[in-house]
């Protein structure tokens, strides 16, 4: 399944119902730009966030649930970005988690290759064991245009409680 942005918000990982369905792999979509917007986090008719023309923190998915697995975040530079912009896709502890500026070359279009996170911390995934969000960074240059689709993996895995002792009065 595939979820995007809607309303000019984060995508919410995981989505309505998906905690009733462990282990199930699924796929959000945030769609992020700049120009053609006077104010922050405009949705417009392509489903398409808008952001104002300077350097800042894009919320991209808002993991609002414990237990969440990401496998891996891709990107799709739809739009090659201003020259000089430079952009990491991390979350709180680490801005570049997923994806390094280098590795993320945004100011050239991808034609929907969707590059790994080769070289990144989080190269094997990370599990979310508390919520938490996962942001693009724009630095560099001021952004007057660009565009990318972001493609996060992910899953549910609920922790296990722990094994029976020995002690229970059913044994």
């Known amino acids: 399944m595939a979820f995007a942005n809607l309303g000019g918000t984060a995508v ?3 989505q309505i119902g998906e905690e009733y369905i462990p282990h199930g792999l699924y796929v959000a979509r945030c769609r992020v730009g700049f120009g053609e917007s006077t104010a922050d ?9 808008r952001w104002t023309n300077t350097q800042e923190t894009i919320p991209l998915f808002d993991i609002n649930a414990t237990d969440i697995l990401v496998h891996s975040v ?3 530079v739809t739009t090659a970005f201003t020259a000089a912009v430079t952009i990491t ?14 590795l993320l070359a945004a100011t050239v279009i991808s034609s929907g290759q969707l590059a790994d996170t080769v070289g990144a911390e ?6 979310y064991k508390t919520t938490d969000a996962i ?8 952004p007057a245009v660009g565009q990318m689709d972001v493609y996060c993996v992910y899953s549910y895995a609920p922790s296990f409680p722990a094994g029976d002792t020995g002690g229970s009065a059913n044994t």
């Not at 896709?89 to 280098?102: L, P, Q, S, T």
């Not at 989080?122 to 599990?127: A, H, P």
């Not at 942001?135 to 001021?142: K, M």
């Open 122 to 127: 989080y190269v094997g995934g990370k599990w």
């Open 12 to 14: 919410a990982i995981p």
């Open 89 to 102: 896709i991390g979350d709180g502890a680490n801005a570049a988690g997923f994806v390094a500026a280098a």
């Open 135 to 142: 942001d693009a960074v724009v630095g560099g240059a001021d």
């Open 41 to 49: 986090s405009v949705c417009d008719s392509n489903g398409l966030n």
């Open 74 to 76: 891709h990107r799709d």
